[in-house]
Structures are given as structure tokens and as C-alpha cells.
């Protein structure tokens, strides 16, 4: 099947498909229905590459961390469901634990000809992220920093972090830890998540007279660093009464490491985590968590990229507002939550 095949069943020309495939200005609504039915009709599929050198591919970049966080799932969904309404589909891409590995990732999207690129959590520098910029329309979700040449998507990360501190005060404990996060990024500290969820913390403790309480493990943002942390600060005595964890993969990790212990939650030890994934709602988790509405920084990501392709060039800062979502892994200290 060729454009040619397209053009003799839509009684065009193939200038005509071709216009309308590239998306070229010009096309009434009329020509465009009719090429895209004649399209359907025939199953005709444009090579990406061959579109790519006529203009744009009509794809998208995503490139993500890993693909075990759940919560990156809801960023996909909010970022698929805008597309749908678009001509524009989204390739994944897993960037990996280091800054070679996301660098090749990024070049490979680049070398597919994709026509923009998000970048969920990345770990390289401001200037290398710049230096992408300058090649792709991009979108950064989930850092801080201030640019001219690209979009940031965010949560805001200070706001989020002190409602689940104060909840926990508020509750009664003293005892509060946190469980924090260490990667391969050379981004300016206060620009990156995990820093600002444990600075804020810190700050909140200290702020209600519990700086000498302060107990931070510095671990990963997984399930065995989850595991790992809790273990840490369950061998502290006295122990916490309660745990925030700075990501719901962690949290999840360090009930486990509490449930091996022998204790139980909320009873022993409340646990706190972040981003309100859908395994946070299963009934026998439970967990208290920080919702960042991830679907809408998914959609908001697609939107500000796709702009960025039709030519914009002035930056957008869009940030969403956090909210606590109580479930029954917190409680008061000693509280204990009858059976079913």
C-alpha cells in the first residue's frame, strides 16, 4: 500500500495525502476527513522515518526512570488519554539507575526522530538537559529548576511533605523518621524531589520541638529500599511510632520490614508514603498517602509539549497541589484498629 494507493481511493492528490499526513498548514477539514478515511479504509500505515524526513513523525518521547513504580503508570495514563485526541502517539523508554544509560536513552528517542521528549525524574544536569532542549521540544517532570528552554511539570513537594509531618504530629507521635532517597543525579539539590520532601521534614520537626527526634534513613525509593530503611530505624532505641516514607514503593518496602519484626501497624509503628498509587487504596495495605495527581501531570506534560512543537518558545512552570489522603496505616500511637 502506498500514498499513491491513498490518493487514487480519496480522489486527491498526492500532494493532497501528503499534506495531510504531515499535518501541513492549509488542509480544510474537508480534504483532512476525506484522506483520513481513505487511510482507514485502506489500513495504509506512513513509514515513521519517511514522515520524519517530509516534517514531523508524529511521536512523542517519555522517558522514564524505571517502570516499577506504579505511580509512573498514572503519569502514562493522564499523558496517553490527552493523546488520544491528538494525531500524536507516545514510544516509552526506560532511562535507567545512571547518567550514561539515560543519555543513551534520550539519544536513541532523538535518533527515532521523535518530534518532542518528557523526561520523568531525570538525573542528568541542568546544562545536558538544555542541551536536548535545543534539539527537541522537551517537557521535565518532576524537578524543580527554572529554565528558558524547556517546560517543568511538578508537585509541590514542600506542601506535600508537611501535610503528612504535621498529620503525624497531630496524631500524637514524637517519634517521627523519614525515609529518604540517593541516585545518580547532578542536579542542585534543592531542585530535586526527594531533597525537598526531607528538608521539609527536617524543617516541620523542628519547627514543633522535635529537632532532637529527627531520624533520617538515606535509601532508595523502592521496595528493598523501603525494606532497608525501616530496618534501620527499627533498631533504634527508643523506636519510631511512625515512619514517613518519601515514596509509596518505599513505604510499601518498610511494612514489610515492620511486619517481619513482629510489629504491627498502625498499632506498633504508623507509616506515611507519597504519591497515592493505586496500591495504596487495596484494603489490606491501607496506606496513608500524599496524592501529586500524577494523570494530571501526565496530561499537563502532553499539552505543554505539544505546544512547544507548534512553536512555542516561552517556558511554563506548571505545578500541582498535593493533597493527604488518610487511610488506616496511620493512627495514634498504641492505637489499636479492631479486626474484621
Known amino acids: 500500500m502506498t500514498i499513491a494507493d491513498v490518493a487514487s481511493h480519496a480522489q486527491v492528490s498526492v500532494t493532497a495525502v501528503s ?5 501541513a498548514y492549509g488542509v480544510s477539514p474537508a480534504m483532512k476527513d476525506r ?12 513509514q515513521a522515518v519517511a514522515r520524519g524526513m517530509r516534517g514531523r513523525t508524529f511521536t512523542i518521547g517519555l522517558v522514564l526512570p524505571h517502570i516499577r513504580n506504579p505511580f509512573f503508570a498514572d503519569i502514562l495514563d493522564g499523558l496517553t488519554g490527552y493523546l488520544e485526541t491528538t494525531d500524536y502517539q507516545a514510544f516509552m523508554i526506560q532511562g535507567g539507575a545512571t547518567r550514561k544509560v539515560e543519555h543513551r536513552a534520550v539519544d536513541a528517542l532523538m535518533d527515532r526522530q521523535v518530534d518532542g521528549i518528557i523526561m520523568v525524574a531525570p538525573l542528568a544536569s541542568k546544562a545536558r538537559l538544555e542541551e536536548v532542549a535545543k534539539e527537541k521540544p522537551t517537557v521535565v517532570l518532576a524537578r524543580h529548576e527554572r529554565s528558558s528552554s524547556y517546560d517543568s511539570v511538578f508537585d509541590d513537594d514542600e506542601a506535600g511533605a508537611e501535610l503528612v509531618v504535621k498529620h503525624l504530629i497531630e496524631l500524637g507521635h514524637r517519634r517521627i523518621a523519614h525515609i529518604t532517597h540517593q541516585d545518580d543525579s547532578i542536579a542542585r539539590p534543592g531542585d530535586l524531589l526527594h531533597t525537598i520532601r ?5 524543617r516541620v520537626m523542628g519547627e514543633h520541638g522535635l529537632a532532637g527526634e529527627i531520624a533520617v534513613a538515606t535509601s532508595f525509593y523502592n521496595e528493598k529500599g523501603g525494606y532497608d530503611g525501616a530496618r534501620q530505624l527499627l533498631s533504634r532505641t527508643p523506636r519510631p511510632t511512625a515512619i514517613f516514607a518519601g515514596a509509596d514503593q518505599a513505604a510499601f518496602g518498610a511494612l514489610a520490614a515492620i511486619h517481619e ?16 498509587t493505586h496500591l495504596a487504596a487495596l484494603p489490606n495495605i491501607a496506606l496513608t498517602s500524599v496524592d501529586q495527581a500524577g494523570g494530571e501531570m501526565g496530561r499537563a506534560a502532553g499539552k505543554l509539549l505539544l505546544e512547544r512543537v507548534e512553536g512555542r518558545m516561552t517556558p511554563v512552570r506548571f505545578s500541582v497541589t498535593p493533597s493527604l489522603v488518610v487511610r488506616g496505616s496511620t493512627a495514634a500511637p498504641g492505637t489499636t484498629v479492631p479486626g474484621p
Open 261 to 276: 519484626a513482629g510489629l504491627s501497624v498502625p498499632a506498633d509503628v504508623s507509616v506515611a508514603g507519597y504519591d497515592n
Open 19 to 23: 499534506k495531510v499526513i504531515r499535518n
Open 198 to 202: 526531607s528538608a521539609t521534614y527536617e
Open 35 to 46: 484522506v483520513k478515511t481513505a487511510i482507514e479504509e485502506l489500513g495504509y500505515r506512513p
